[in-house]
């Protein structure tokens, strides 16, 4: 792509926050090329060689990517861009830049919301670095050639990096130090690259276009080899954490299980609240290594009822004050076991303050309403409404409907009315979830 780098490539579900990424590039993107368009007609009906040179350029630098582990390309295909707005004018680069766009691809025959935002990426970032460059001009040519290729640079990575973050529900940081820091200091020699061959194009020709050009194109050649040669043990270290990873959270479940499993009642019920809580968490927009949290947090919140008598975790009936005391402490103890642990801030938020009611009559601080962190009161909507659904000594089990209404009464007092909401949606879109959630009914001894 022109600047640095184009669309990932893995496949996935667009959702309503790239859409909306892609929908406000576009939108700029066409009014920018709207209102040039008289511009970009007079350029390439008085200068038809010069356009075509340079889109000519741009396009082979373009098909001279390479991908970036699988989840992006890199080219050199700035300096054609750039080259064309030091040479032609802002509309003409933008037209080069989406025609560069459209190769791209063709190239890569991916999915078209792709094709839509790399063209969009690519005609803002030409545009901006061309007014960049015709705004310094009168000060250094050599400076306003620099900085018109950091900001288009900037640009171009910086909504390609906001689109992967979104994609693979990974920080923009993460995605730039992992995948395009190592080129930052390529990318910001563009423009003055594209300043020397367009001064090289004037003087000389073609010839001096293509001396200034081709020595990046190589670099980009070599530079492909080698990410080939590394691509496979990359790789084979994201398995590895990934197997890790998982791992850690089945230890975790085990070791929740293991409490889950004294009562015949309860059996399956930190699986089930996990489950649902990681449903309900996707509804309220938690991604990645939060949504992981949340689960683990729901598998862990009741790991301080290790503390608690059996007599009273397996009582038959109503517990009385003083019991209910004994239970008020569990969180602590939960949050007292996993404090030495390198775990993510939400799953000891889910462990301590998974039992807080939105009125403040919770337990073991007493917090009220957004003083109580958002993942402890998704695990506590999806802990009640597995327990309503679940029999017990003491009553039956609500059928599914009906332990959605009874939450659903509470909203506002027990529970958070967001998180209720983001439930009742789970049970329109996946009510899979909801009737998994209940638990198949003990026949009488």
Known sequence: MPGAVAAPTATRELDSRIG????????????????????????????PGRVATMALLTLLLQLVSLRVYGRGSVSVSAIGVLAAAFVLDAGTAMAIALLAAVVQWLRSRGQVYKAVFDGAN?????????????ALHGVSRFLAAFAAGCVYSGINNGALCLAMSLTEAVSWQTIWLERFHWARYYFASFGPLAFAAAIAYKDIGVTGLVAFTLPPALMIVSVRQYLERTTEAVEEIREVNLRLRRAHRDTIAALSRS????DVYTGGHIDRVAAL?????????????????????????DIGKIGVPE??????????????????????????????????????????????RLDGRGYPDGLAGDAIPLP???????????ALTSTRPYRSARPTLAALAEVE???GTQFCPKVVSALRSVWRKHPQFLLQAQPPQLDAA
Request: net charge negative; glycine share 6%; proline share 3%.
């Open 20 to 47: 909306a990424v892609i929908g406000g590039l576009t939108a700029a993107a066409a009014a920018a090329l709207a209102l040039e368009a008289p511009s970009i007609a007079h350029t390439v009906s008085t200068q």
């Open 122 to 134: 690519f005609a803002l970032s030409a545009g901006a670095a061309a007014l960049t460059f015709a």
């Open 259 to 262: 409490l889950d499993a004294k």
């Open 277 to 301: 809580a990681v449903e309900v968490a996707k509804e309220l927009g938690f991604r990645g290594e939060e949504l992981e949290a949340i689960e683990i947090g729901a598998l862990l919140h």
């Open 311 to 356: 007599q009273i975790l397996l009582k038959a009936g109503p517990l009385d004050e003083s019991e209910w005391e004994v239970i008020r402490t569990h969180p602590l103890v939960s949050d007292y076991i996993l404090a030495e642990l390198d775990l993510h801030p939400f799953v000891r938020q889910c462990a301590r303050s998974g039992h807080e």
């Open 376 to 386: 402890a009161r998704i695990v506590f909507v999806a802990d009640a409404f597995d």
């Open 409 to 411: 009464a509470n909203a």
